[in-house]
């Protein structure tokens, strides 16, 4: 017999194990078990207790490098910023103290001017600090809700400031809280002025569904109006002090039915979102009573002396 035709199974007196397809039933039968007794006994959960136990100082070694890397980057790149943030904080620190010089400056030269025509000085504005509380509970107006009210000093008609322009007025007032409409209601109007041509005019809530813009009405279709206008108060109506920004406009459009444009402003407070706001006393209640004139001197009787 040749060497390459040599049987080199195993005889069958030693083929005593189970066959590959009876291990596999029975290894998947035992994985059956186990995870069905896992399920409703959880007779795993102390083994895997333990292991976690014992590899957590394992896996706390092995995340150490990872931590490493990110907490140098972190520092890195957070050294960085800081000395960025720095450096712009310097700047601005500079060019707020330059803006201060000047405008102490201008307040003396204002005041120098003021004495020389013999005006009055302006008016100094009491303001209170207050929090928008929530938004009224009337869909139909744009009003919302502050904590502050006549206990602590909120006058009817007084206007609402954030930090960015006029909110709104003061049209309710209650003990403890106050409601404030906002400018985008379509019943409040406030009389402004177009800084860049020293126009006046009358700015109204814009009374479309949604809207969040102002309309500046009246204006005839020669007005020198162009986007991008600032508009701030006027201060003619004794309510708002003069110089406040209320808005810019945004959009003029001609409209051949009528003479006047029709002007879409943007205004430049946080009309539907502000959280803390200031309010400022009427200019009216600032200002100083009209002196009362004397009383003619009596005239005696015809043919009688005085």
């Avoid at 405008?103 to 009491?126: M, V």
């Avoid at 508009?231 to 406009?249: C, E, N």
């Amino acid at each position: 017999m040749a060497l390459g035709t040599l049987d080199r199974s195993l005889p069958p007196f030693f083929n005593q194990g189970m066959s590959v397809l009876s291990k596999l039933v029975l290894c998947g039968a035992l994985s059956v078990f186990l995870m069905v007794a896992d399920a409703r006994f959880h007779m795993s959960q102390p083994i895997r207790a333990a292991l976690v136990t014992v590899l957590q100082p394992v896996q706390w070694l092995a995340l150490k490098p990872a931590d490493a890397l990110r907490y140098s980057r972190d520092y890195v790149s957070g050294l960085s910023q800081a000395q960025s943030n720095s450096a712009d904080a310097g700047k601005k620190l500079a060019m707020q103290s330059v803006r201060a010089g000047q405008a102490d400056q201008l307040a003396q030269e204002n005041n120098r001017l003021r004495k020389l025509l013999g005006l009055r000085e302006q008016l100094a504005i009491p303001v209170i600090a207050a929090q928008v509380l929530y938004d009224a509970a009337d869909l139909y107006t744009r009003k919302v809700i502050i904590d502050k009210g006549q206990t602590d000093g909120v006058d009817l008609g007084s206007p609402v400031l954030d930090e960015s322009g006029v909110l709104g007025q003061v049209t309710r007032v209650h003990p403890l809280v106050s409601e404030v409409t906002l400018l985008i209601d379509s019943e409040l109007s406030i009389p402004v002025l177009n800084v860049r041509t020293g126009a006046r005019s009358v700015a109204y809530g814009d009374p479309g569904a949604g809207s969040s813009g102002l309309e500046l009405r009246f204006m005839g279709a020669n007005s020198d109006v162009q986007p991008g206008d600032l508009l701030t108060t006027s201060g003619v109506d004794g309510v708002y002090p003069p110089g406040l920004p209320v808005a810019k406009v945004r959009r003029i459009e001609g409209r051949s039915e009528s003479a006047f444009l029709k002007i879409d402003c943007q205004p430049l407070a946080l009309v539907t979102g502000a959280q803390h706001v200031i309010v400022v006393k009427p200019v009216v209640g600032q200002i100083p009573k009209r002196p009362v004139p004397d009383a003619p001197p009596a005239r005696g009787k015809k043919g009688t002396t005085p």
